[in-house]
Nanobody, 122 residues
Framework: QVQLVESGGGLVQAGGSLRLSCAAS????????MGWFRQAPGKEREFVAA???????YYADSVKGRFTISRDNSKITVYLQMNDLKPEDAAVYYC????????????????WGQGTQVTVSS
């Protein structure tokens, strides 16, 4: 099972930017669909973005135009560039991985990271 480690979270002012990284352990990373989810206190985990093995991307409406997901197969890492952050973006962000795109988007991926905290001050 693929192991995932997120990094890059922190405190940022509203309107600022952060880039999250998710490093994977699996050498067949390039075949995986990778995704990002987030969970705010008292709320359910929600889908943020996903990128397929062939670089097709899919975003939640709430982050379209502000967030960009990308991957570097040589570094077995997926990124989430977050621009124009809003207080409602504050959450723990989780990385997910699966060989099937639909499982990632549905939130039933096989692999999950431990999460990284993003805090946005207004």
């Amino acid at each position: 099972q693929v192991q995932l480690v997120e990094s890059g979270g922190g405190l940022v002012q509203a309107g600022g930017s952060l880039r999250l990284s998710c490093a994977a352990s699996e050498r067949t990373f390039r075949y995986y669909t990778m995704g990002w989810f987030r969970q705010a206190p008292g709320k359910e985990r929600e889908f943020v973005a996903a990128i397929s093995w062939n670089d097709n991307t899919y975003y939640a409406d709430s982050v379209k135009g502000r967030f960009t997901i990308s991957r570097d197969n040589s570094k077995i890492t997926v990124y989430l560039q977050m621009n124009d952050l809003k207080p409602e973006d504050a959450a723990v962000y989780y990385c997910a991985a699966d060989l099937e795109f639909s499982r990632v988007v549905r939130g039933t991926a096989a692999g999950w990271g431990q999460g990284t905290q993003v805090t946005v001050s207004s």
